[in-house]
C-alpha cells in the first residue's frame, strides 16, 4: 500500500481520491429497501464512493447481518456494539467486555467498537445504563485495540469524564461520529488523539456554531460521514439519506477548509485509513 493511496489487490489499482462514508447503517430498512445493501453499495460505488463502514447498534440481534453485509462486498467493513438508546436492554447488558474482545478479533471486517455513548437527550436508557454499556465497549476498544466509535448528544461533561478516566487505563483512541456537541467536547476528544466526523449536519444554514468548531479541527483529524439513513446533507436535506451521499458533505468541506474536492477526498480518506487501521488488510 502506498502512502498517498489504497490498493486494491484483486483489481490491481491504487484508489488516489477515494471518498469513504465512516459511518452509515446499511442494515436499517429505511435504506436497504427491497432491493436490500447491495443497491445502496452500487449507488455509492457510482457516486464515486469506494468504501463504507456499516454500524452495529444492538450486537445481541442485529450483528450477524450487519456481518454479513460487510463480508459480501469489497471495502466494506462493520463496527460491533451497542447504541446508548439499546443500553437498557437485558441481552445488550449480558453481552461481557470478553465477548466484545473474542468477536471483534475473530472477524477482520470488524474495524470498531460501537456505536457507543451517551445520549442524555432521549434517555431511552438510564445514564447509569449507558454509562456501564459504554465503559464496557470503551475497555473492548482498548484490550482490541481498535477505535471506538462514540455517539454523544446532550452528556458532554460525563463524556469527558469518562472518555479521559478509560484513557487512563491505557491506550485508547477513537472517533466522536456525527459531531453536534460543544467546543469543549471537542478539544478535549482531540487532546486524547480522538478524531472528528462531520455528517450533513454541518451543511445545514443553521449549523453556524458547528461551522465555527469545525473551522479549528486539525485536518489531519477531521472524518466525514452520512449516519445514513439519517441527516441527509444540503441539497438533499429531507431525503433518506445514504452512502452516496457523503460527497455532498465532502464538497461542502472542501470549499469550507479552502481545499480542492480530489485534495479533501484523499485527506479524509487517509485519516480513515490511519484511525481504522485494520481496514487496511482488507484493502489490500
Avoid at 125 to 137: G, I, L, N, Y
Amino acid at each position: 500500500m502506498s502512502a498517498s493511496g489504497v490498493y486494491n489487490g484483486s483489481q490491481g489499482r491504487v484508489f488516489l481520491n477515494m471518498w469513504i462514508d465512516s459511518h452509515c447503517h446499511l442494515d436499517d430498512p429505511k435504506l436497504a429497501g427491497a432491493d436490500g445493501a447491495g443497491a445502496a453499495v452500487a449507488r455509492a460505488r457510482a457516486a464515486g464512493v469506494e468504501g463504507m463502514l456499516t454500524i452495529c447498534c444492538r450486537t445481541s440481534d442485529s450483528f450477524a447481518g450487519i456481518l454479513d453485509i460487510a463480508r459480501a462486498h469489497e471495502h466494506v467493513w462493520c463496527s460491533i456494539g451497542t447504541h446508548p438508546h439499546e443500553a437498557g436492554d437485558p441481552a445488550e447488558q449480558a453481552i461481557s467486555e470478553s465477548d466484545l474482545v473474542t468477536r471483534a478479533r475473530a472477524e477482520p471486517k470488524i474495524i470498531g467498537i460501537g456505536e457507543a455513548g451517551l445520549d442524555y437527550f432521549y434517555n431511552h436508557a438510564s445514564p447509569e445504563d449507558q454509562k456501564d454499556v459504554f465503559r464496557k465497549q470503551l475497555r473492548a476498544a482498548r484490550q482490541t485495540d481498535l477505535p471506538i466509535i462514540v455517539h454523544a448528544r446532550d452528556a458532554d461533561a460525563d463524556m469527558i469524564a469518562m472518555l479521559r478516566e478509560e484513557s487512563g487505563g491505557g491506550a485508547l483512541r477513537g472517533v466522536l461520529h456525527c459531531f453536534s456537541s460543544g467546543r469543549d467536547l471537542a478539544l478535549a476528544a482531540l487532546d486524547l488523539g480522538f478524531y472528528i466526523s462531520f455528517s450533513g449536519i454541518v451543511t445545514f444554514p443553521k449549523s453556524e456554531d458547528l461551522r465555527a468548531i469545525a473551522r479549528d479541527i486539525p485536518l489531519d483529524r477531521v472524518l466525514i460521514e452520512t449516519d445514513a439513513p439519517y441527516l441527509a446533507p444540503v441539497p438533499l436535506r429531507g431525503k433518506v439519506n445514504e452512502p452516496a451521499y457523503v460527497i455532498h458533505t465532502g464538497r461542502f468541506l472542501a470549499d469550507f477548509y479552502g481545499l480542492g474536492e480530489d485534495d479533501f477526498a484523499t485527506r479524509t480518506r487517509d485519516n480513515f485509513f490511519r484511525l481504522f487501521d485494520r481496514a487496511r488488510e482488507t484493502a489490500t
